[in-house]
């Protein structure tokens, strides 16, 4: 599985995952992080986390984590082959069906469907917060700004980007 | 508040290189969350469509598999200029967030060995790790308490999350079992 060129096996991990990816590509996080760490072994757990703190700390949809770990496996064409076969299905998912959509938006299979995916889909976004924070390890500084930041996020009107910027300036200072 | 005249077709519908550089605006402004924006885009500013359009075009998005904005952009670009319409709108989402996602890749892996930069990296690892719990606590509490839908989110926890197992398998276990019993729920 591994000696193969990895341009195919990005193309190929986000073409599937892209058919999955119900409730968005956050709820992908452990699928990629599998893929990536365990399966393929293109980076570390602190690669990853890297490339994930780079991916938010950018601008834009919540795709760039797929092309980071494209472009971090085989540069820009790897970061094209992952971010087109991540967008692809779904985008042509979604021009085919919009036409149909008035037809089948009261029907009770969609309403069932869309109703039974969000626990499923919760469950894993869960999971991806359990993985991305494991991949801090056991350093209880980090732990804490992890800790502090959803407090924030949850309990104030700050932006994001502010909690993202203090624990960047407190890295930077030498204090994590 | 003198959307509600405008509520179903738009007057004129945005052309291409109206989709391309609302788009590429959104998607530079957009930090941590650009679906508001391309309400406010859409809807508010440039007026391509009403807001119960949105409201529909959004819930069908929500249903798809991929990114709400993704979907969004490739079917607001549909309905204004067919096929080229969501390649455009679809391109002038991605292209600058990925040339200066690259970038940012470039920098890091040139000046990883920088103790400064690796340094932030750990802060930021550490915060984004933060939003993702955030996002989980959030989705978690819309679920309510109703029992059998927290099983299904355990359920999902349990294998993706602390078993690890592959996505989907997982998926196609769980998926089906969860709708099956929705089916039962819904009218």
Redesign the interface.
Known sequence: MNDRDPLISLAVEFFIISFVAFGGLNAMLPEMHRQAVDVYGWMSDAEFRNLFALAQAAPGPNAMIVTLIGWHVAGIPGALVSTLTVLIPSSTLAYVVSGTWQRFSEARWRKAIQAGLIPVTVGLVCSSALIITSTIGENWRLLAITAATTLIVMRTKLHPLIALGCAGLLGYVGLL | MQDLDSSEASPEPPDLLNLFTGFLTI????????LPWIRWLAVDRRKWMGPKEFS??L?????????????LA??IG??SRG?IG?VVS?TG??V???T???G??WL??RY?DYP?VA??????????????????????A??GKEPV?????????V????L?L???PT?LV??PL??????T???
């Open positions: 998607s530079l402004i957009g930090f941590g969350g650009v529909e075009l819930a069908l998005c929500q249903f798809l598999p991929g990114g709400n904005i993704m979907n490739v079917i549909h309905r096929p969501s679809l989402l991605m600058a967030p990925c200066l996602v690259v940012l890749g890091y892996t990883a400064g340094d932030v990296l750990k802060g930021l690892g550490a915060a984004a790790a933060g939003l993702v719990i955030a996002m989980a606590l959030r989705l978690l819309g679920i839908p927290l099983l299904f989110v355990a359920a999902g926890f294998a993706v999350g602390l690890r592959p996505l989907v998926m769980l998926a969860s709708i099956a019993y929705s089916w729920r819904v009218a």
